[in-house]
């Protein structure tokens, strides 16, 4: 208890304060001038790559008001005259439309159903491999089919699969009937699905290669000492390890779920197989440069980017609230 008439202490005006005072305490922010005047060689690398997405994929995307207008060749660019949601209403009510649709969503599905889990499967199993020359070999015969052209692979499908080709010299030698599989519409998804897996699973497990190397080895001599094996190991260590590239690369996946391989579809297919390999983008492809009917096509393909951004903003949504992991 304070007697009587004394006085309060004097604050302590002898603590140093940070220059400044409480704005020194704060970090100085550096602003982009600064930033960019001393790392300017390393900003002068994205020139390029800004200049390829401003030219080829921003600046187009001006052209899909001729969904909205009606487009003629030699005239304007971005059509002659309004005819609002015409087009619009002509593919939703097209039986057409929705077959190559359905053909799409079959195709997307069934090549994220077996291209995504594949390439993870690979580099697990390499990653158990010890023996460095055995692993290097298998690596390089995996990963050869991506540096082929599109050309090349169907060429080489044609050849294979075609009625006096290799697999039905096969099935011949064994006393079976030749099959014209590129001719029959239940054939397609299964022919491209199997190219598709043959010449993209081993350039896809580069990746998860790379995220495998960031894994602690303490983790796995924790998981031993508490007697797990090799399958608990991967199970509690190695995939969890891996699941944010995993989660990332699956959202990738799922933003081109609609643009199935167009470059392979069309080499591949006929007018036989239409029932089952015409998808989206050569039924664009047909109806733009094949029927000239130019507004029509920009409708569709505007209907299909509108679908691949809610599929990527959904999936991403669901990624970051059920695993902590999205782009964004």
């Known amino acids: 208890m304070r007697a009587p008439g004394m006085l309060r202490p004097p604050p302590d005006r002898g603590r140093a304060l940070p220059p400044g005072g409480a704005a020194g305490r704060r970090r100085p922010r550096r602003g982009w001038r600064r930033a960019l005047r001393r790392d300017w060689q390393l900003y002068s690398l994205a020139v390029l790559p800004l200049l390829f997405f401003l030219v080829f994929r921003y600046l187009p995307m001006a ?81 050869l089919p991506h540096f082929l052209s599109i050309v090349i692979v169907a060429a080489m499908v044609m050849q294979l699969l075609s009625v006096d080709g290799t ?36 350039w896809g497990t580069i990746l998860y290669l790379a995220a495998l190397t ?39 996946n799922i933003g081109t779920f609609m643009a199935v391989g167009f470059e392979k579809i069309l080499l591949l297919y006929n007018p036989l197989t239409y029932p089952t390999a015409d998808v989206i983008s050569t039924y664009l492809y047909r109806m733009g440069f094949e029927s000239s009917n130019f507004s029509y096509a920009a409708a569709i393909g505007l209907f299909e980017a509108l679908i691949g951004l809610v599929l990527v903003l959904t999936a991403n949504t669901i990624s970051r609230r059920a695993v902590g992991t999205s782009l964004w």
């Open 63 to 143: 052209g899909n008001v001729i969904a909205f207008r009606r487009f003629e060749p030699g005239g304007s660019i971005f059509g002659e005259r309004w005819v609002g949601l015409r087009y619009v209403r002509m593919f939703l009510a097209d039986p057409t439309f929705w077959e190559v649709f359905t053909n799409t969503l079959v195709l997307g599905a069934l090549t994220l159903l077996f291209c995504f889990p594949l390439p993870i499967v690979l580099a697990l199993l390499l990653n158990e491999v010890r023996a460095r020359r055995l692993k290097r070999i298998v690596q390089s015969v995996s990963y």
């Open 167 to 202: 697999v039905n010299q096969i099935v011949g030698a064994f006393g079976g009937e030749e099959v014209p599989f590129l001719q029959r519409p239940e054939w397609f998804r299964t022919v491209y699905v199997s190219s598709e897996v043959w010449q993209t699973v081993g």
């Open 214 to 252: 960031t894994i602690d080895d303490d983790l796995y001599e924790a998981a031993r000492i508490d007697g797990a094996n090799r399958w608990r190991q991967t199970w509690h260590v190695t995939l969890p390890g891996i699941r944010p590239t995993m989660v990332t690369l699956l959202i990738l």
